[in-house]
C-alpha cells in the first residue's frame, strides 16, 4: 500500500531537495503545469522509461495528478512499487490543491 504526503511535507521536501516529483498526468497538462522540478511520467510508459528516469530505486519519491478523483498518481506508484522501488509516496490531493493554496507551477508552454 502507498503513503499519501501532505501537500507541506511536499512542499518541504521539495524546497529542501529531498525529493523527485513525478507528474501522472504528462502530456499537455505536464506542459500547461506542473509542480516546481516535476518530471512527466504516465502509467503506460513506467515499465520502459521508469529506470532511465528513476535510476535509484531508494529514492524519495511523489507521485500526483490533478485531484483526489484521479487514479493516475496511485497507479503510477502502484507500478514504480511493483518495479522495486522502494519509497514511493502519493499527493492525492494533486494540483489542483497546489494551485488552489497559492503555491508556485512551473510550465512547459512557449508563448
Known sequence: MTQHISRDDLKAAIDAGAVTVVDALGGDYYAQQ?????I???ESE???????????????????????????????????TALGYTNVRTYREGIQDWVEAGLPVESSVTV
Open 34 to 38: 506542473h509542480l516546481p522540478g516535476a
Open 46 to 80: 513506467v515499465a520502459e522509461r521508469a529506470a532511465a528516469l528513476l535510476p535509484d530505486r531508494d529514492t524519495a519519491i511523489v507521485t500526483y495528478c490533478s485531484n483526489p478523483s484521479c487514479p493516475n498518481s496511485k497507479a503510477v506508484a502502484n507500478r514504480l
Open 40 to 42: 512527466a511520467l504516465v
